[in-house]
Structures are given as structure tokens and as C-alpha cells.
């Protein structure tokens, strides 16, 4: 039976926001409900087609008005993710959707305001993430590329010192080249390890004046290092966050681990399917999700495909490899370039 409904936005004027730059943000919706008919004219937005399609595709379009009456500028993406929270959450009593997973509570959250724009979640998953942190002293981050590990436990680090939670901020990563020999590097052992901190700075500098950031480091209120230089000591007042995880050893993450101090949060990020180091080696990030699992104030949140956040075709393709990793289990591992060296020079 077809019916027709009709969604009414009481601000004219906020129209164009609403449907998106070139009627994006409408075209996601029409691409969720290929079954409803969406007429717009004026403020009134006309929806007809089977009950219970309509009355989801009216769901969505009155949630994306509440995002943006949140004032979250309304994209593709944005109403992308709008729909599938919705449809993963479900209905609750009285056929509406629980607060507490709506996407208007979840992507309207801040984090940071920094330079002009505002950091939040983008993804149900991204959300949770950002709740672990706030609520845990030692927070694991494992996914894919792209779903904002790194960035969002940055934002986390910043707010928190300039709310003057912590003292300083303390960035680390293992220096451990992505399957490439790069030989020696030249120049002193900042210019060194620089490369491999590089992705880090990047994301300081999205977040904190470029101007003061020399000064700040200089001062010791932000310390960007090697994980090697964590060895011995032990970090009071500090946010601290280990990036590239999945490339220490069992033995580097218990080190890191224990540096843990009073005042101190710690993040944890790393994807578990793109480890570095030499063949036979186990990953420490991986170790530690078995060992430390059910350990009382540590949180692992694991987010996936649906929570990449960079270009669509980095899930689809995070997807396709994952499907293909499925396949390949019972085949044994594949030698990598490094150990086939190895056994040619050993045969030598």
C-alpha cells in the first residue's frame, strides 16, 4: 500500500544545507530508499512509496535535520553514516530511535575547536572511541586505515592539555620502515627519525598554531620521540599515544606499557593487518589484545571498514583485501620479500 508523508523544514532559508552542495546530501538519501519517491518544493519535502520504506526514509531526512540543526555541515558522507546508524540501531519503544544512538547525539559531538573548524566523531564506531578514551587510562585503537585512530586520540590530547587535564603530550611510534630498506639516513638523529615520526607532526600541526608548536616542544609540553627513548622512564601528568602499534615486539609494548604513570592516559593505535616487521616476529598490538583483554580500565575499541572516513573507495578497498585474507587462511603464510633474501644469502 503506497502512502505519502511529508517532512516540513520550518527554516526556509536552511533548504539548500539540507539537501547539500549540488543535492549531494539528497542523492544519499535516494540511494538508501531507491523505493521512495522525494519530491522537494520550498520547505516541504514529499515522500511516497510502501509504509515502511517511508516512514525509514522520513526518519532519515528529520535526523539529518537534526544533525544540522546541531551544526554539523551536512555531506554525503555525513548522510551516509546518518542512515546506517539508523538502520543498525534499529527502532526503540514508541518507534522512535534511542537517544543514545542518534546520529544527530553522535556526530554532533565535540572534541576539539581548533584553526577555525571543530573536530568530532564521523562514525558511530569513531564515537565510541572518543568515549573509551575519555573513560579509560589505557585505550587500544585497532583498525584500518582511515578510520581516524591516530587523529581522533590527537584532538583527545590536545583538549586535554589545554583544559589543563595533563602537562604535556607525548607522541611515539617504533621506527620501522613500511617493507622498504632505506639504508642510513644522513644528517643528525633528529633528521634521522624524523621520517618515521613525520605522520604524527602532521596531525599536530592540523591542531595546534604551526608558529607554537617549536616553542611548545622545545618546552617540553609536547614531545615527539622514538619508542626506543621510552626505555627507563616514567611519565606522570601526560597523555601519551603509541601510533603504528602493530609494528612492536611483545617485549617494546610491555615496556611502553609500564611506563605508565599517575595522571596518565595512554592510547594505543595500530592495524593488525599491515605489520612491518621481519618475518617470524609477532606483533606486540596483537599479543596484547589476548593478553590484556578483561584487564579492568583498559579499553580495545575496534573499528572497521565503516568507519573510514577518508575517500569511499578506502573501504571498499580495506574490504576486497579483507575478503581476500579470508580466503587465503587455510593457504599458510606468504614469504615476504625480506625472508627471500635472507635464504639467498644464507644458501650463499
Known sequence: MSVTRVVV???AARMPDLLGSGDGVLREVERAFPAVDILVRGNRITLTGD???VDAAASAVEELRDVLGAGVPLTPEVARESVRMLRSTGPSTGGTTAVAERPAG???RSILSTRGRTIRPKTQGQASYVHAIESHT???GIGPAGTGKTYLAMAQAVAAL???RVNRIVLTRPAVEAGERLGFLPGSLSEKIDPYLRPLYDALHDMVDPESIPRLMEAGTIEVAPLAYMRGRTLNDAFVILDEAQNTTR???KMFLTRLGFGTTMVVTGDVTQVDLPGGTRSGLRAASEIL???EDIAFCHLGAQDVVRHRLVSDIITAYAENDEKDEGRGPRPTGQRRRFDREERQ
Open 9 to 11: 523544514v520550518d527554516d
Open 51 to 53: 509504509e515502511d520504506d
Open 106 to 108: 553522535v556526530l554532533s
Open 138 to 140: 589505557v585505550t587500544f
Open 162 to 164: 589545554q583544559a589543563k
Open 251 to 253: 617485549e617494546q609494548m
Open 293 to 295: 583483554s578483561g584487564v
